[in-house]
């Protein structure tokens, strides 16, 4: 009987040993969870530390060039407020607008006389300011020609061509004379033809503005400006 009862009690007491192995593998498994979430957790608030300080630098870099374009614009807007040049300038872009049927004769790229007397003015202000205290972060100068919807987009694609390409010539030759960063000019200046791709609309925003449609547009290009543009496009993602 003694041994009956010595055996249930030993069989009782395996028991009992079983539970605290169970706990403390429990316990175990409870703190591994714990660490790897608080490891989650670190990690996340590093990688969103990180991704605030490149976005910081993002920023930084974007208001950099935002502020050289901006100050571009406004010396432009300066240096030709006391001018006699009927000319637009765009206070987002800079572009720099001459327009209307006084430019070249009706559906030729032949530069009127009275245009002719505009660049004369024109060119060698524009380039002092660009090149003169900006030429570090110039990459491209662009000049367009845009016409209105008169014809088809083919034909105006090459009348707009041809009248850019003949402003580029003409600011370029002999004939046109010297004038301050004249060499730098001649490695960067591009002409663009638009055809109508860009018109221009009256203020009930449907009907076609022809005279102002037909234009020629001086345009200026920062160094890494399409980098600058994916810069931007990141931002607004990551946003």
Known sequence: MNQKYRRLLNNGSDDNDFWPSFTDVLSTILLVVLLFLIAIILNREDVLAEKEKTIDAQEEVINYFIGIHADIIEDLEKEFAETDLKIEIDKETGAIKFQNDLLFETGKDRIRQVFKDDLEVFIPAYFSVLYGQYGEHIAEIV????????????????????????????????????????????????????????????????????????????????????????????????N
């Open 143 to 238: 000049v367009e020609g845009h016409t209105d919807d008169v014809g088809s987009f083919m034909n105006n694609l090459e009348l707009s061509q041809r009248r850019a390409f003949s402003v580029v010539q003409y600011i370029l030759s002999d004939e046109f004379g010297d004038y301050p960063h004249k060499d730098l000019v001649k490695n960067n200046i591009t002409a663009n033809g638009r055809s109508k791709s860009q018109l221009r609309y009256l203020e009930d925003g449907k009907t076609v503005d022809r005279e102002n449609s037909r234009r020629v547009e001086f345009k200026f290009r920062l160094k890494n400006a399409e980098n600058i543009e994916e810069v931007i496009r990141d931002l607004k993602e990551t």
